[in-house]
């Protein structure tokens, strides 16, 4: 049985074409052919693999990443696999870049279909290593919050005049389990994912919709400076962008996993048990070294 949180577009494409097209011996096109996707922070990690998957599904990708020569070695990967993909270097945290971002877009392409908010930066400090490093609260929020928010809005405008445009936010699990020690990224996670909930409502009636894709902890790059991670349990990338893709797909409201469903309600139903969880699992897991200033730290 379907949840009560799919929407109509995955039904559509799970129980009427995928059947048509099983009869008449033929894959189900994806949604994504011939849609113009542009994918943040796709120059290595979770966004690399999402270019890639996205393009193999007939998108026109474009790639954007701080680092043009990692994303001239995406795009190639791209095209020599047949796809199609552009590469464009810009730091989203420079306001005149970002601007300049869409502008260039838009006149070259007329327009984007759907946007992958992924780029961004993770950090796992204490609040008591944190009192003198305001900065690190401040830098996560402006690549993880006002970059989303500045490009979403520089692309809404045409996706509204057009009446169809989707934007997914890679964001976190830890907006419903609201783990310590990372009060500066859940946060800016946190807000991201608010900001959706609310424009998906106010672009309801143009045909624009929004997903929010919690993970769990990915392999990248980003958690290599935390010792308690480098056994933990972990999707590839590989396997993130699969779960990107599909929100793209069907475009739910958000996705999620069972864990941390479960650790929404709980935080609900039995909040000062999780608090007391969540405490003792802060004492168990020390801060990395990294985060101690004993080596430095990824991003």
């Given amino acids: 049985m379907p949840s009560l949180l799919t929407t109509p577009v995955a039904l559509t494409r799970r129980y009427l074409l995928a059947p048509a097209a099983a009869l008449v011996g033929q894959p189900l096109p994806s949604p994504l ?19 890639k998957a996205v393009a193999a599904r007939g998108a026109v990708v474009i790639a954007v990443a701080r680092r043009q020569e990692h994303l001239d070695r995406v795009v190639a990967q791209i095209r020599d696999a047949g796809g199609t993909a552009f590469g464009i270097a810009c730091d989203l945290t420079d306001a005149a870049a970002a601007d300049a971002l ?8 007329d327009h ?62 830890g907006v419903q389990l609201k783990a310590p020690k990372f009060a500066a990224y859940i946060a800016s996670k946190t807000a991201l994912d608010s900001f ?7 672009t309801w009636f143009d045909g624009v919709t929004f997903t929010n894709v919690r993970l769990s902890l990915v392999r990248t790059d980003m958690i290599v400076a935390t ?9 590839t990338p590989q396997e ?18 069972a864990v941390s469903n479960v650790g929404e309600v709980l935080n609900i139903l039995a909040p000062r048990l999780m608090d007391l969880a969540m405490a003792t699992m802060n004492r168990r897991m020390p801060d990395s070294r990294a985060a101690r200033g004993q080596e430095s730290a990824a991003g």
């Fill in 33 to 51: 052919e011939g849609r113009i996707v542009m994918i943040t922070g796709a120059s290595s990690g979770v966004g690399e693999a999402t270019a």
């Fill in 102 to 109: 869409v502008e260039r877009v838009l006149g070259e392409h």
């Fill in 112 to 173: 984007v279909d759907m946007l992958v908010n992924n780029a961004g930066r993770s950090i796992r400090r204490s609040l008591e290593l944190s009192y003198g490093r305001m900065h690190d609260f401040e830098r996560t929020m402006a690549i993880n919050y006002f970059a989303p928010v500045r490009l979403t809005l520089g692309l809404l405008p045409a996706m509204r005049a057009r009446r169809f445009g989707h934007v997914v936010n890679v964001v976190t699990w």
């Fill in 196 to 202: 959706a909930r609310i424009a998906g409502r106010e």
């Fill in 227 to 235: 010792e308690a991670y480098r056994h933990a349990r972990a999707k």
């Fill in 240 to 257: 993130a962008a699969a779960i990107v893709v599909r929100a793209l797909e069907d475009r739910p409201l958000t996705v999620g996993s």
